[in-house]
């Protein structure tokens, strides 16, 4: 059948499952958008800012495990998608985002709004594509798909010429995708996962460490099978967090430079450290030559190069998750490890790094507990970067999979606003509350206008302590309390901000009022915002400063200096 | 094989034949802090593919995490490391020389000991061609210095492994047979 490029997008892309698409259009992207009305069946999303078109193609993906789809026009709208681009690279979340470009003729003439978007993503995306024949484009974004979602997934950019658009070519779609250069290995090799076996089973004091890559795979149930049957403690990274109930007896918590201090104690006396899906980031090993230093240690992950990178392996599995563990729980023999276990409760008593001390203050520890309490740990959260986004991985407790949906490897502030929504629109049914900070909120509130105008339902709890609180606490423990550049002291009433918006809005400064105004929040019917107005200088606790090790970790405030 | 302690290593690899894979390849190269020491491009045996050969310098490590991360690379369809591997290598180097009627006769009998070839001569300067390996392509470098050396352009090192086991056996593209060295 002969159509138009743009007709072409749009029908490969319903080919491809495509439901949602956010975006934005401009004068490239134009002959697309204008074929939108005859596909129905694409629902399209009008952002405010690009970037959150990115972001919240980057939350539906998350919480759905299909690619996200975010558009926009050439140029400006191509680089202010970079942030969320980034973002979804480093947390391996798959993608498909469509760009337009200035017409083919036009290429490298520094044209209006004229950006080499495939030059200035390369090192951003899985992979990307300069579209220059119509005929192309079938294929191309069957490849797109496929390369976004298998293997690690990641984000895969499309450049489209406008012209190329409006050209007619037979519309063919290809049968199947044929990349000789791209065959992710999903089954691990049978002795290496012989070998990992009998480890497990000569193991004293084995640790689970489990990470985002148990969510992507839906490996969940082959986790706790692990755990369960040979009685294995099991630790999460920060996007790990939700692919094991915080709630069952064997979750050790967070481990790193803000988990909890039992969690990285956990990692450091183990005799075995099985890595399942994570890459050993530095927020996790600190300083790696002293990192869980009498250890062997297993490490799967679909990703070769992940393999090594930071911390040597005894034992290496490439494959995917889910395949590898079904057949490493067919080979190791149950076991009870009672010692070890014991000695996981005593590190807990010793180091209840998640008390929250007792005072009249409001503090942001506390909400998200109560959050947690009126969700039945069961919502799913979203979270900006920073302090409140440590609390959030630390207070919560995630009883549901796939329920932290968190900027982790690329740390965009940002992300707490257009994620949200994302996450929201992916899982209607499910209660989506977004954890965020004054700064990062600031930075993509304009999207409240596209929760409103699409009563996306999303709730926000803004830990409002007026400052950049995770820097200010770095200046305050490295710098003297030097808050450079760090208060907010001209911070906008975020009340009458959701007023101006048209949704709910509610302050809260007193405990007390905590409980009852989440609860009004979520009887709302639509979009609504708390202004946690929270202690200003609380401090993120456990700390391991970063590039040390477990040693190092401070614990407990220090005491309060001499003022000066 | 060493400068400054670190091991030169050679690594081949087989490419779509499209605008943008070298620099897709040079900015995973940059982005991660490889160093290349020398690389060429050409066309392969097979229609739209063509062969990159890469000496890179650093350890062992290094040298896996470049294998690795060129095979994930949608448009590498193969890698293969050769440095352990029993194996040709040849560079091609145009070197530009000072020489005169009194010296040039000198300089000649050193072209022929390396059974390299002068491909031009003109009154105050010669250009020598010479095939080898980078060593040897080195040694006669150092030589000529005392004549003045004006110009020098390399190709980078090419490399084949010896015997008949060709590299294209497990890799024409027809989409169908399993690759796994392909990686990500």
């Avoid at chain 1, 495509?18 to 204008?34: D, K």
């Avoid at chain 1, 708390?530 to 993120?540: A, K, L, M, S």
């Avoid at chain 2, 690389?39 to 294998?67: K, N, Y």
Wanted: hydrophobic share 40%; aromatic share 6%; proline share 6%.
């Amino acid at each position: 059948m002969r159509m138009t490029g743009g007709q072409m997008v749009c029908k490969s892309l319903i080919r491809e499952g495509v439901e949602v698409i956010f975006g934005l259009p401009g004068g490239a992207i134009l002959p697309l958008y204008q074929t939108l009305p005859e596909f129905p069946e694409l629902r399209h999303i009008l952002v405010r800012h690009e970037q959150g078109a990115a972001h919240a193609a980057d939350g539906y993906a998350r919480v759905t495990g299909r690619p996200g789809v975010a558009w926009a026009t050439s140029g400006p709208g191509a680089t202010n998608l970079v942030t969320g681009i980034a973002t979804a690279q480093m947390d391996s979340v798959p993608m498909v985002v469509i760009t337009g470009q200035v017409a083919r003729a036009a290429i490298g003439s520094d044209a209006f709004q004229e950006s080499d978007t495939t030059g200035i993503t390369l090192p951003i995306t899985k992979h990307n594509y300069l579209v220059m024949h119509a005929a192309d484009i079938p294929r191309i974004i069957q490849e797109a798909f496929h390369v976004a979602s298998t293997g690690r997934p990641g984000p895969v950019l499309v450049d489209i010429p406008k012209d190329v658009f409006v050209e007619e070519a037979e519309y063919e779609y290809p049968e199947h995708v044929d990349l000789p250069g791209y065959k992710p290995t999903l089954d691990g090799h049978p002795n290496q996962i012989r070998k990992a076996a009998k480890l497990i089973d000569a193991a004293q004091r084995p640790v689970i460490l489990a990470g985002h890559g148990v969510i992507i795979s839906h490996a969940y149930d082959e986790l706790m099978e692990l755990a369960e049957r040979v009685q294995i403690p099991v630790v999460t990274t920060l996007l790990g967090i939700s692919s094991f109930p915080d709630d069952h007896v064997l979750c050790v918590g967070m481990p790193g430079m803000h988990g909890m201090a039992y969690a990285s104690l956990a990692i450091d006396e183990a005799d075995l450290l099985i890595a399942l899906g994570m890459r050993f980031d530095d927020r996790i090993t600190g300083d790696t030559s002293a990192f869980a230093p009498g250890s062997k240690k297993i490490h799967v992950d679909i990703d070769p190069s992940e393999i090594g990178k930071n911390v040597p392996v005894d034992v290496p599995i490439v494959g995917d998750l889910k395949r590898v563990m079904i057949e490493l729980n067919k080979r190791v023999s149950s076991a009870t490890h009672v010692e070890w276990v014991q000695r996981i409760e005593e590190l807990k008593r010793e180091h209840p790094s998640m008390q929250i001390r007792d005072t009249d203050q409001l503090l942001p520890q506390y909400i998200i507990q109560q959050l947690c309490d009126a969700t039945s740990g069961k919502a799913i959260i979203v979270t900006g970067v920073g302090q409140h986004q440590m609390w959030a991985a630390q207070h919560y407790t995630y009883t549901e999979p796939c329920s932290l949906v968190s900027s982790g490897g690329s740390g965009s502030m940002g992300y707490e606003v257009p994620g949200a929504m994302g996450a929201q629109v992916g899982r209607p049914d499910r209660v989506v509350w977004s954890i965020a900070g004054d700064g990062g909120f600031q930075m993509t509130m304009c999207e409240l206008a596209t929760l409103a105008e699409n009563k996306i339902p999303v709730k926000f709890a803004i830990m409002n302590n007026g400052y950049l609180g995770m820097v200010r606490q770095w200046q305050e423990i490295f710098y003297d309390k030097s808050y450079v550049a760090t208060g907010y002291s001209g911070n906008p009433d975020f009340v009458k901000l959701a007023e101006a918006f048209g949704i709910f809005g509610a302050r809260v400064t007193d405990k007390s009022q905590v409980m009852p105004t989440i609860l009004k929040a979520m009887e709302y019917d639509g979009p609504a915002l708390i202004d946690f107005v929270v202690e200003q200088e609380e401090n993120v606790y456990p700390m391991i400063p970063s590039g040390m090790t477990v040693h190092d970790m401070i614990e407990e405030p220090r005491p309060a200096k001499v003022p000066r | 094989m060493t400068t400054n302690g670190e091991v030169k290593h050679t690594i081949t690899a087989l490419v779509a034949d499209k605008p943008g894979v070298l620099n897709r390849v040079s900015s995973m190269f940059r982005r991660r802090g490889y160093n290349i020491a020398s690389l060429a491009v050409g066309h392969s045996e097979i229609e739209d593919l063509s062969r990159m050969t890469f000496v890179v310098e650093g350890d062992e490590g290094i040298v896996e995490q470049v294998t690795k991360n060129l095979h994930k690379l949608v448009d590498v369809i193969k890698v293969f490391d050769v440095s352990d591997a029993n194996c040709v290598s040849r560079e091609l180097a145009l070197i530009r020389v000072r020489a005169n009627v009194q010296n040039r006769s000198e300089i000649m009998q050193m072209v022929d000991i390396f059974r390299a070839h002068i491909v031009d001569v003109a009154p105050e300067s010669i250009i020598i061609e010479v095939t080898g390996d980078e060593d040897k392509v080195d040694s006669l470098q150092n030589l000529l210095r005392s004549f003045g050396v004006l110009e020098v352009m390399r190709t980078g090192t090419i490399a084949m492994s010896r015997g008949v086991e060709s590299q294209s056996d497990h890799r024409i593209p027809d989409g169908s047979r399993p690759r796994m060295e392909s990686g990500l």
